[in-house]
């Protein structure tokens, strides 16, 4: 009953490198559940497997309804869909007992059953009987499972409600409210879409906002009624009717304008027999924003602009020996090359003019031969830009004879000097240019303090930083730049504003594709640009959807690769 609808959660995938056609929703709800237990009735949960390799899996979980044979629940289990794949699911039943771990025991045990993704597509709704072990039928128990596809254009919007002076329900104490929204659908059933938390012993409750797909919400259709429902929670099961108000998304969007939008909450009986009556309480969206996604801003004209900045200390080896990482083959690239590819060549496609800013350090460069640790490697101050991937690997290549390799590996000088070029453009206050920084290195860094923070210092600018650990040395200490174990904080201990940082070693993927190291260093990029514009409230510069002002999710469905 506590669970807030978490619709945007990352669509989880049930299989390997197929290709997902669509995002698919499911929605479950129960009828005449055995009761197990003496005194209540059953608190059912509803746990969803995937067979993976002839194996189940838990994939996820409903919440929780107390005393509830009957339930509908709030939970949507959001799945990547293949249409060439077998999905196979499993929905088990169990009666809960205190916490939410489910127990082996088979009297908590009520009822199971088995499909496919494909089968619940097709139908968009299955009702089916649930199951006990050997086959046996749990009573007149039965399950339903709605699904929804969301295509990748449908948006999603952050709704966030309270009420004021709400019915009294309570002897002892006041009213426990909860809010309920149903979408009203074309045969006039309803559709659960969110249940908000309880708010206890409070008449005036602010509900937590909470994220929902507009095709879960109206279908995608503004005008579609909406019947919304509040109760004052009861611990049995046996909750209190407060009062109801009908909406449409149309009327949400008025808040946009400024003004709050407010119903008020109506009990029909208290409507019908008092003369006076006016409401049971109002209920108030205080505010309604668009939550964007990656492809939003992508497609509404954000240019992704790469940076490689390559390693050239004396660990490497001497360039012109077998050994040496930077040795060149005519034959097979070495790890840099493979690393820089395969990560170019995904950042190419969003950069309309597929120039690469190309920057070598911790060498000794001419005409004096003194160390830099922050140089163009085409030798041009002015512009250190190549054209295309392949400009960059000719620079590279032909930079690697006119410099002497040295140390130490100080990376710091080129995180800052790309942070201030993003600063630059994050003071246009659009969200048209955001920077991927690639980090090429055979060592941990030797400027680890200044580096951190660098990093802290970074993370307020459109950046995303990806650190590949090329060869064989212990990366056991760049682990913490990563910041996947606890959060990366400077040497005065400021914590970066968000977490920028990817860092992989090349060697673990040294037998998989190209595809495979781009696909690992690049996953968290579309999270970190909408986090970057989330921070400041800034939208697409082409919105796709004529909404109102936004707000932009963390989590993004959407992968930056092929």
Known sequence: MNDILEATSPATSLSGPATCVTKVELRVSCKALLDRDTLNKSDPCVILMVQTNGQWTELDRTEVIKSNLHPVFAKVFSLDYYFEEVQKLRFEVYDIHGTHSIGTRDDDFLGGVECTLGQIVAQKKMVKPLLLKYGKYAGKSTITVHAEEISGNNGYVELSFCAKKLDDKDLFSKSDPFLEIYRINDDETEQLVHRTEVIKNNLNPVWEPFKVSLISLCSCDEDRKLKCLVWDYDSRGKHDFIGEFFATFREMQKISSGNKVTWDCVNPKYKQKKRNYKNSGVVILND???????????????????????????????????????????????????????????????????????????????????????????????????????????????????????????????????????????????????????????????????????????????????????????????????????????????????????????????????????????????????????????????????????????????????
């Not at 493979?338 to 597929?354: F, M, N, P, R, W």
């Not at 490697?377 to 400009?391: A, K, L």
């Not at 930079?399 to 100080?410: F, R």
């Open 288 to 562: 309604l924003k668009v939550v964007y996604s990656f492809l939003d801003y992508i497609m509404g004209g954000c240019q992704i602009h790469f940076t490689v900045a390559i390693d050239f200390t004396a660990s490497n080896g001497d360039p012109r020996n077998s050994c040496s990482l930077h040795y060149i083959n005519p034959y097979q690239p070495n790890e840099y090359l493979k690393a820089l590819i395969a990560v170019g060549e995904i950042c190419q496609d969003y950069d309309s003019d597929k120039r690469f800013s190309a920057l070598g350090f911790g060498a000794r460069i001419p005409p004096n031969y003194e160390v830099s640790h922050d140089f163009a490697i085409n030798f041009n101050p002015e512009d250190d830009e190549c054209e295309g991937i392949q400009g960059v690997v000719e620079a590279y290549q032909n930079c690697l004879p006119k410099i002497q390799l040295y140390g130490p590996t100080n990376v710091a000088p080129i995180i800052t000097r790309i942070a201030k070029l993003a600063a630059g453009d994050g003071n246009i206050k659009d969200a048209s240019r955001y920077h991927i920084l690639l980090i090429l290195t055979d060592g941990v860094v030797t400027d680890m303090a200044d580096t951190r923070e660098a990093i802290v210092r970074a993370s307020y600018q459109p950046l995303s930083i990806i650190i590949v650990g090329v060869g064989n040395a212990d990366f056991t200490d760049m682990q913490i730049l990563d910041g996947d174990d606890g959060v990366l904080r400077s040497p005065k201990g400021e914590p970066v504003l968000r977490d920028i940082v990817q860092f992989v070693p090349f060697r673990d993927f040294k037998t998989a594709s190209p595809a495979a190291l781009a696909k690992c260093v690049l996953a968290e990029v579309p999270k970190q640009v909408v986090e970057y514009y989330s921070h400041k409230a800034i939208s697409p510069m082409c919105p796709i959807r004529d909404l109102p002002t936004p707000i932009l999710s963390p989590s993004s469905p959407s992968v930056l690769t092929h």
